[in-house]
């Protein structure tokens, strides 16, 4: 089964910025997906479209089988799946870095307890122990990074839709995103300009140049 499909799906922007036109996408059921492309090309305005905070103008997406196309739809969706925002500034918003980790498992009705014990694992795994009481908004571009990547996972998600999820980090940091990565057995998409990242957690590629997607 498909987890992603996307038929012709146009979309611009107001003011007629033409991002999509009639792009097709289809992503199997357990697929590590890249994608690559110039800036500008639309990966980010694929996953807001993907997530519905974004309306395509026509054409439909569908996602594990089903279409989604009202708020409802997307609503339903989302439970299952992580979104990992280009800009970390986007997803961070609590007043400590536990919470904002916290935030998407409570929010689905986890105890406190659970969510502890959730928190602190993906601390570990992440090295972000010593960050957990400090607020989001004063960490570096790399501390946010993974701190809004923990957040994502915490969940454990059916599917991974990841923005950039190694822009502006060090390569330990990144050596740290692909350990885990690699051990993630859901379906992945994800956008990066670090081919020798893609190269070691993904399957397949896409690269998006101005109006088509093209596998390779
Ligand atoms: N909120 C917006 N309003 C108007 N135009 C926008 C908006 N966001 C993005 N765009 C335009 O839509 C196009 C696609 O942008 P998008 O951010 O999806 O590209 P991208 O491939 O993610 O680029 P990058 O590699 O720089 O992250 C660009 O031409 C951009 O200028
Ligand atoms: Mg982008």
Redesign the pocket.
């Known amino acids: 089964m498909n987890c992603i499909t996307v038929n012709n799906l146009n979309f611009s922007?107001?003011?007629d910025?033409k991002?999509f036109h009639n792009l097709n996408l289809s992503i199997g059921n357990g697929d590590r997906a890249g994608i690559t492309?110039?800036?500008?090309?639309?990966?980010?305005?694929?996953f807001l479209l993907l997530m519905g905070l974004l309306k395509l103008a026509s054409g439909s997406i569908s996602l594990w089988g089903k279409p989604v196309k009202t708020v409802e739809d997307f609503r339903k969706a989302r439970i299952k799946t992580g979104f990992l925002f280009?800009d970390p500034d986007d997803q961070l918003f609590l007043p400590t870095v536990e919470e904002d980790i916290a935030f998407a498992l409570l929010n689905r009705g986890a105890s406190r307890e659970e969510a502890g014990i959730k928190v602190d694992r993906l601390c570990e795994t992440f090295h972000i122990e010593h960050l957990k009481k400090r607020v989001p908004f004063h960490l570096s571009w790399g501390q946010k990074r993974l701190v809004s990547l923990a957040g994502v996972l915490v969940t454990e998600p059916e599917l991974l839709l990841l923005?950039?999820p190694t822009a502006g980090v060090d390569d330990e940091v990144i050596d740290t995103i692909i350990n885990y990565l690699e051990g993630f057995t859901g379906t992945m998409l994800v956008?990066s300009?670090d081919k020798a990242f893609l190269d070691h957690i993904c399957t397949s590629r896409y690269h998006?140049t101005n109006n088509s997607l093209e596998k390779y």
Not at 37 to 46: D, W
């Open positions: 922007y107001p003011g910025v991002v492309g110039a800036n500008g090309t639309g990966k980010s305005s694929l280009q923005d950039e956008s300009h998006l």
